[in-house]
Nanobody
Framework: QVHVVESGGGLVQAGGSLSLSCAASGGVLSTYTMAWFRHPPGQERHFVAVIDWSGSNTYYRESVKGRFTISRDNAKNTVTLIMNSLRPEDTAVYYC?????????????????WGQGTQVTVSS
């Protein structure tokens, strides 16, 4: 059973930066695709960024391209989401997800393992 835990959320002013971390255990995480999703208030959970097992392939939600960067350290079983130039509309609970399937999927149903989420609040 893969266990996923996020950390690093908090309150930041618009234009600021935050770094989210995801620690995973219980499997061969170096073979897993890892992704970040978020659940804004009053909206449905949606995809933010994904990285394949090697770290060579990434994909981002259009609204975060150029501002967010996803990376991974397979030796430490961690994934990081660096968020720059944050906007109030980035406010959400951010979730880390993992799965051993192929490619870099962006749909919720593609991921079996989820963390409990971490709150990110961007004030205007």
């Amino acid at each position: 059973q893969v266990h996923v835990v996020e950390s690093g959320g908090g309150l930041v002013q618009a234009g600021g930066s935050l770094s989210l971390s995801c620690a995973a255990s219980g499997g061969v995480l170096s073979t897993y695709t890892m992704a970040w999703f978020r659940h804004p208030p009053g909206q449905e959970r949606h995809f933010v960024a994904v990285i394949d097992w090697s770290g060579s392939n990434t994909y981002y939600r259009e609204s975060v391209k150029g501002r967010f960067t996803i990376s991974r350290d397979n030796a430490k079983n961690t994934v990081t989401l660096i968020m720059n130039s944050l906007r109030p509309e980035d406010t959400a609970v951010y979730y880390c997800a993992a799965d051993g399937g192929p490619g870099i999927p962006t749909t919720i149903n593609s991921y079996r393992y989820w963390g409990q989420g971490t709150q990110v609040t961007v004030s205007s």
